[in-house]
C-alpha cells in the first residue's frame, strides 16, 4: 500500500512542479506586458487573455500539491489535541469525502469541457485566443489529482489505523 501512496504522491508532486512553473511564467508574462504597455504602447489582448489562462493550472493544479504539503487550511488546534487512532479516523474521513467529491467534479467538469471543444468555443475579443476547452480541460484534470490525493490520503490513514509503519517523510 505504501508503494501506491508514493506513487500517486509522486505524481501530485510532478504536477505540482507544472503549477509551479506557470507561477514563474504568469509573473514574466505580466512583467513583460506591463514593459510593453507603457515604453512600447502596445497591449496585445492575446497576451493578456494568456495571463488569466496562466491562472487555472495555477489554481486547479494546486489544490491537491497543496494538500499533499499539508499547507491547507486546518483546524489543527483541535487536531493536535486528539489521539493517533481518531487522528487517523479523521484523516480517513477527509480523504474518502476529497477522494469522493474531486472525482465527481472532474467527472461533471468532463462534460463542461466536451462542450467547448465541440462547439469550438474560443475569445469573444478580436484578437484573442482560440480553444477554450483547452484551459478549462484543467478543471476535470485539477479534480481528479484532487481525487488521486484523497486516495493517497485515505490509504495512508488506513495504514495508520492499522499499523502499518509509515514512511519517512517531513511534510510540512
Not at 6 to 35: D, K, P, Q, T, Y
Not at 44 to 49: D, G, K, R, S, T
Not at 121 to 144: N, T, V, W, Y
Request: neutral net charge; aromatic residues 10%; proline residues 4%.
Amino acid at each position: 500500500m505504501l508503494s501506491v501512496i508514493n506513487r500517486l504522491e509522486a505524481l501530485v508532486e510532478a504536477i505540482g512542479a507544472v503549477a509551479r512553473l506557470c507561477v514563474l511564467l504568469l509573473v514574466l508574462l505580466v512583467s513583460g506586458n506591463v514593459l510593453m504597455r507603457y515604453l512600447l504602447d502596445i497591449s496585445p489582448v492575446a497576451l493578456q487573455e494568456l495571463e488569466w489562462y496562466l491562472i487555472s493550472p495555477i489554481a486547479l493544479l494546486g489544490i491537491s500539491y497543496t494538500l499533499k504539503h499539508r499547507a491547507d487550511v486546518r483546524v489543527d488546534f483541535l487536531y493536535e489535541r486528539f489521539g493517533n487512532r481518531l487522528r487517523a479516523a479523521i484523516d480517513l474521513f477527509s480523504g474518502i469525502a476529497t477522494c469522493t467529491i474531486g472525482l465527481f467534479i472532474a467527472w461533471v467538469a468532463w462534460g463542461y469541457v466536451m462542450q467547448s471543444y465541440r462547439m469550438g468555443e474560443g475569445s469573444p475579443d478580436p484578437g484573442g485566443l482560440p480553444h477554450r476547452f483547452l484551459i478549462k480541460a484543467f478543471l476535470p484534470l485539477g479534480f481528479a489529482l484532487l481525487g488521486l490525493q484523497g486516495v493517497a490520503d485515505t490509504l495512508r490513514a488506513l495504514c495508520a489505523l492499522f499499523g502499518a509503519e509509515q514512511r519517512q517523510e517531513v511534510r510540512p
